[in-house]
């Protein structure tokens, strides 16, 4: 049986649906035509969020002036807990507006406010700018966030992909700050580059999230960081995770990073931090934005919806 024989139905289909309708990969794309094709394809594919009694669109100061952010929430009512989400997009792609559906979707489920950003992206912003942007928007939350009406006493912290990495280091950097995270939400987190997992030699080809894509992030993004500063970008290796916050982690089985998923879960136990780890069999990566095609997409929502529940009724 061959690696694409484990594709559920529907993400065969989708698969095959995207192939006849020839998009270019993204990587063969200059940056702004990537980001526009990008947005266009979560626009197409993702399930549309509820309408919500709260939206906001403010800015939070940060290390390079403000840093645009946008809020949704259930009721309007004061004293809701929170949580700081961070899209993905390989550090070059995405915004607040591919996360929007989902994120309006989780403040429903969860009955929480949901704030997402716009960070700074690559080339234009190398990282560590998306790192700095992040952490400055959480500890604004933990410090400011009363000034919105939020309970900053329950507060957690999320992101997919590259915005799974920004979750895991600032969860990490609020540990060392004495900032009390309730959760660190992660699907599947890029958490190293340094090696090839046997999910990336299997699920990089004949996928959207193939080698070459990543390859392109990657020489987008990253910028040389000093010796104690390399697991800003890579959080499977920083040189502690004990005392982190509790971790949720959601994966695809078909995705280059499930490897990696389940390598910082084991690194999490490791060092005596309670982790939930809940992989989706036959969907791909990006599969949280494909809740038209890919009905593990509302699954997926709803599980994280309630282990917030969870993490905030402690």
């Known amino acids: 049986m061959s690696a694409t024989d484990r594709f559920s139905p529907l993400t065969r289909a989708l698969l095959d649906n995207i192939l006849r309708a020839g998009f270019p990969p993204l990587h063969t794309l200059p940056v702004a035509a990537a980001r526009q094709a990008y947005a266009a394809g979560v626009g197409a594919m993702a399930e549309p969020g509820p309408a919500l009694a709260r939206t906001e669109r403010f800015s939070i100061p940060g290390p390079a002036g403000a840093i645009p952010a946008a809020l949704w929430a259930p009721r309007t009512e004061p004293g809701l807990p929170v949580l700081l989400y961070l899209h993905g997009g390989g550090f070059v792609i995405g915004g607040i507006d591919t996360c929007e559906a989902m994120c309006r979707r989780l403040a429903e489920q969860a009955d929480v406010a949901v704030v997402a950003i716009d960070y700074r992206l690559s080339p234009e912003y190398r990282f560590p700018a998306a790192l700095d942007d992040s952490w400055a928007a959480l500890r ?44 660190q939400a992660l699907f599947y987190p890029s958490v190293q580059m340094r090696q090839a997992t046997d999910s990336f030699k299997t699920w990089s080809r004949d996928t959207p ?31 502690s995770h004990v005392g982190v916050a509790p971790a949720w982690i959601g994966l695809a089985e078909c995705d280059p990073l499930a490897d990696e998923g389940r390598l910082y879960g084991e690194r999490l136990r490791a060092s005596g931090v309670p982790v939930q780890v809940r992989e989706w069999p036959g969907v791909l990566h990006d599969f949280i934005n494909m809740g038209r095609f890919i009905p593990e997409a509302g699954q997926a929502h709803a599980e994280l919806a309630a282990a917030l529940r969870q993490a905030f009724a402690v």
Do not use: K, N
Request: glycine share 10%; with cysteine; proline share 8%.
């Open 140 to 183: 604004w939350l933990a410090d400011q966030g009363y000034t919105l009406g939020l309970d900053t006493r329950r507060l957690a912290v999320g992101g997919d992909s590259a915005g799974g990495c920004l979750a895991a280091s600032c969860a990490l950097l609020a540990r060392d700050a004495g900032i009390p995270l309730r959760l």
């Open 209 to 239: 999230l193939s080698a070459e894509l990543m390859a392109w992030f990657q020489a987008q993004s990253v910028a040389p960081l000093p010796p104690d500063q390399a697991w800003h970008r890579e959080p499977l290796h920083a040189p």
